[in-house]
């Protein structure tokens, strides 16, 4: 009996280790296949996997361009600023963050924040909480080197220095320059494809705007050897792939036309003034020598450097002002230009040969035209066409379009003729196209009735009739340089950051305006004498030594009241605005300056001072730089009697 059940357990015996034996080659050929598919037929793909686990490819940030005055100051720069980002699944919330927000110095209420959107990240699903976030923007020096000296306690944590854009002028020129921002998530969307990503800065207003493909660079990338706790280790040949690094490439830079002590000038000559704008245009090219728009605005503030609140506190300031300071007041804000369009209403009777401008007209201080008085300044007794200019005799105006002829068709012409009533095109903001009114276009606005009085005051420049200060300033070049209407221009040339010329761009003529010489001849005499004439309207802001011909205008706004506002609040807005447009020197003209005081009063007293100390500092420059090795203004040929014609050639 022993024997059989002897035999009987070494038969179960042997079933059951065959059993197992068979399991266990089962087991290794599952590993044989398991092994030849991930180490044959997925090779490339598992050796990436490993690689990227301690391969990093790290983002290197590119420089924006510099942009300089024409001189070479800078105008727009940017300084090293440094940023925390962190990757929100290597963040170990128990140890790791405690450190980090001592050493950064993060408050409770930013901590709750922060806390809250590393947690929600850390729960998602998505590919956000293997990619680096932005913690902390423009942290201090003390901050990037406590993190430095503990970077080995912080994995999943990096400072990243990133350039800040940094306006040596803050104020001056703000709207010129413009500032920049985030680019928002929709923005994002579209821009993603040339090279944009989360956290990038773009312009938006100004040059920083127009000219941002030039500016802004194309960043570059590194391969790094990091250990399983993220730190970086030297070495990697072999692991790591080529290319290894692909080096950013700077933005160009740009040399402008505006010159930043004239900026600076202007910014002077300004300041008792509340609002308002200057340009400054070299006669002979177009350039633009000053451009100036008040009250600005801090483009630090407002492009990021100092983080996002003060961005917001910059713009509810900015958007509460009544004065407006984010709205440009040379290019996109249009006004009537009131008397500095008469020499113009002028040149369109003599053109037409309406007028003799020796003759006279009687101004007894009004006119009366139907069932309304037309007033005049004060009674000028007997006056020509030239008299009239220089001391802005309304009444005569009000006769060349009531008794002789000059219409609003004929007025409307001879604006366009010289670029009002069209937009520049320079392009670098939102630009008003003023208006010059026709009698079609009146009839129509005024369901289909047209009444003379309207083209009495077009004659003046009032009414519909409204000009920007860019527009009215590149007219009175044209009528300094003899009928050659440039197309502005604010940058001169494209440099590399090495100062190579790149491209240059030279001036572009808009069009030859055909005028009689003896008729622009008349009107710059008429100019000369409001400046340097007693009873000229410009007379008593003329300064010692400044050579100007010009014509002030005092533009006249409505002066209606808001139901529930109560009129003391509002006096300032229901001011006229003061004008000067002019050209200086006045025998051998070299700059056009127009000054617009928004609500300032009466021109004379308000806008023409501020040409004078303008056109002053402009001389005192040009006699400091001349034989020296920047370009300075060049005094031209004199032409005796009237403002000398120009070829339309750049200098």
Same mark, same amino acid.
């Given at each position: 009996m022993s024997l059989l059940v002897q035999r009987s357990d070494v038969s179960e015996f042997r079933r059951r280790f065959r059993w197992i034996a068979l399991g266990m080659v089962v087991g290794f050929m599952v590993l044989l296949g398991r092994l030849f598919y991930l180490q044959i037929l997925e090779v490339d793909e598992n050796k990436a996997i490993a690689r990227e686990n301690i391969v990093r490819r790290v983002t290197l940030a590119t420089t924006r361009g510099i942009i300089r005055d024409k001189n070479g100051k800078v105008l727009a720069a940017s300084r090293p600023s440094y940023n925390v980002y962190v990757v929100p699944r290597r963040l170990d919330m128990e140890t790791i963050w405690p450190k980090l927000v001592e050493y950064l110095g993060i408050g409770i209420e930013e901590r709750a924040r922060l806390e809250a959107l590393i947690t929600s990240i850390r729960a998602d699903e998505g590919p956000r909480k293997n990619q680096q976030i932005l913690l902390k923007e423009d942290i201090s020096r003390d901050a990037v080197a406590t993190l430095a000296t503990h970077d080995a306690e912080l994995p999943g944590v990096d400072v990243v220095p990133v350039p800040v854009r940094y306006y040596?002028?803050?104020?001056?020129?703000?709207?010129?320059?413009?500032?920049?921002?985030?680019?928002?998530?929709?923005?994002?969307?579209?821009?993603?494809?040339?090279?944009?990503?989360?956290?990038?800065?773009?312009?938006?207003?100004?040059?920083?705007?127009?000219?941002?493909?030039?500016?802004?660079?194309?960043?570059?990338?590194?391969?790094?050897?990091? /250990?399983?706790?993220?730190?970086?280790?030297?070495?990697?040949?072999?692991?790591?792939?080529?290319?290894?690094?692909?080096?950013?490439?700077?933005?160009?830079?740009?040399?402008?036309?505006? /010159?930043?002590?004239?900026?600076?000038?202007?910014?002077?000559?300004?300041?008792?003034?509340?609002?308002?704008?200057?340009?400054?245009? /070299?006669?002979?090219?177009?350039?633009?020598?000053?451009?100036?728009?008040?009250?600005?605005?801090?483009?630090?503030?407002?492009?990021?450097?100092?983080?996002?609140?003060?961005?917001? /506190?910059?713009?509810?300031?900015?958007?509460?002002?009544?004065l407006k300071p984010a709205l440009d007041k040379t290019l996109s804000g249009a006004y009537p230009p009131g008397s500095t369009f008469k020499p113009f209403t002028a040149l369109a009777a003599l053109e037409k040969g309406l007028i003799d401008p020796?003759?006279?007209?009687?101004?007894?201080?009004?006119?009366?035209?139907?069932?309304?008085?037309?007033?005049c300044t004060h009674v000028h007794g007997p006056v020509a066409m030239q008299q009239a200019i220089a001391e802005s005799c309304n009444v005569y105006f009000y006769r060349l379009a009531a008794e002789y002829g000059v219409g609003m068709d004929v007025i409307a012409e001879m604006g366009q003729r010289y670029g009002l009533g069209a937009r520049t095109g320079l392009g670098i903001n939102a630009e008003a196209g003023g208006r010059m009114p026709t009698r079609a276009w009146m009839t129509l606005r005024n369901k289909g009735q047209f009444r003379l009085g309207f083209g009495l005051n077009a004659a003046i420049g009032q009414?519909?009739?409204?000009?920007?200060?860019?527009?009215?300033?590149?007219?009175?070049?044209?009528?300094?340089?003899?009928?050659?209407?440039?197309?502005?221009?604010?940058?001169?040339?494209?440099?590399?950051?090495?100062?190579?010329?790149?491209?240059?761009?030279?001036?572009?003529?808009?069009?030859?305006?055909?005028?009689?010489?003896?008729?622009?001849?008349?009107?710059?005499?008429?100019?000369?004498?409001?400046?340097?004439?007693?009873?000229?309207?410009?007379?008593?802001?003329?300064?010692?030594?400044?050579?100007?011909?010009?014509?002030?205008?005092?533009?006249?706004?409505?002066?209606?009241?808001?139901?529930?506002?109560?009129?003391?609040?509002?006096?300032?807005?229901?001011?006229?605005?003061?004008?000067?447009?002019?050209?200086?020197?006045?025998?051998?003209?070299?700059?056009?300056?127009?000054?617009?005081?928004?609500?300032?009063?009466?021109?004379?007293?308000?806008?023409?001072?501020?040409?004078?100390?303008?056109?002053?500092?402009?001389?005192?420059?040009?006699?400091?730089?001349?034989?020296?090795?920047?370009?300075?203004p060049r005094a031209g040929k004199s032409s005796a009697g009237r403002a000398p014609a120009a070829s339309g050639r750049a200098p």
């Open positions: 040596p002028y803050e104020e001056v020129g703000s709207h010129v320059l413009g500032y920049m921002a985030e680019v928002d998530a929709e923005r994002l969307a579209s821009l993603r494809s040339i090279g944009y990503i989360e956290g990038d800065r773009i312009g938006v207003t100004g040059i920083e705007r127009a000219w941002e493909s030039y500016l802004r660079g194309t960043r570059g990338w590194e391969k790094v050897l990091v /250990d399983a706790r993220g730190r970086r280790r030297t070495g990697g040949d072999g692991i790591i792939e080529e290319p290894r690094r692909v080096d950013p490439i700077p933005g160009r830079d740009l040399r402008l036309t505006l /010159d930043a002590d004239i900026q600076k000038a202007i910014d002077k000559a300004m300041r008792g003034e509340l609002a308002g704008g200057v340009a400054v245009i /070299d006669v002979r090219t177009g350039r633009i020598l000053g451009l100036y728009s008040k009250p600005g605005y801090n483009p630090n503030a407002l492009s990021g450097g100092s983080g996002k609140q003060v961005i917001r /506190d910059a713009f509810r300031r900015l958007y509460s002002d009544p020796r003759q006279s007209s009687r101004c007894r201080g009004a006119l009366t035209f139907g069932k309304r008085t037309f007033r009414g519909a009739t409204t000009v920007t200060v860019l527009q009215l300033a590149l007219a009175y070049a044209a009528l300094a340089n003899g009928g050659t209407l440039y197309q502005p221009q604010i940058v001169r040339a494209v440099e590399t950051s090495a100062g190579t010329v790149v491209q240059e761009f030279t001036p572009r003529v808009r069009r030859q305006i055909d005028i009689r010489p003896e008729n622009l001849s008349l009107v710059h005499r008429a100019m000369v004498a409001g400046v340097n004439e007693e009873g000229g309207t410009a007379f008593k802001a003329r300064v010692a030594g400044v050579e100007m011909a010009g014509k002030t205008g005092t533009a006249q706004v409505s002066h209606r009241l808001t139901r529930g506002v109560e009129a003391e609040r509002v006096w300032y807005f229901n001011r006229e605005h003061a004008w000067f447009a002019g050209y200086a020197p006045a025998r051998s003209p070299e700059v056009a300056v127009v000054v617009l005081v928004e609500h300032g009063g009466t021109g004379g007293k308000h806008a023409a001072p501020v040409a004078f100390e303008v056109v002053r500092a402009y001389q005192e420059l040009a006699k400091e730089r001349r034989g020296g090795p920047n370009e300075g």
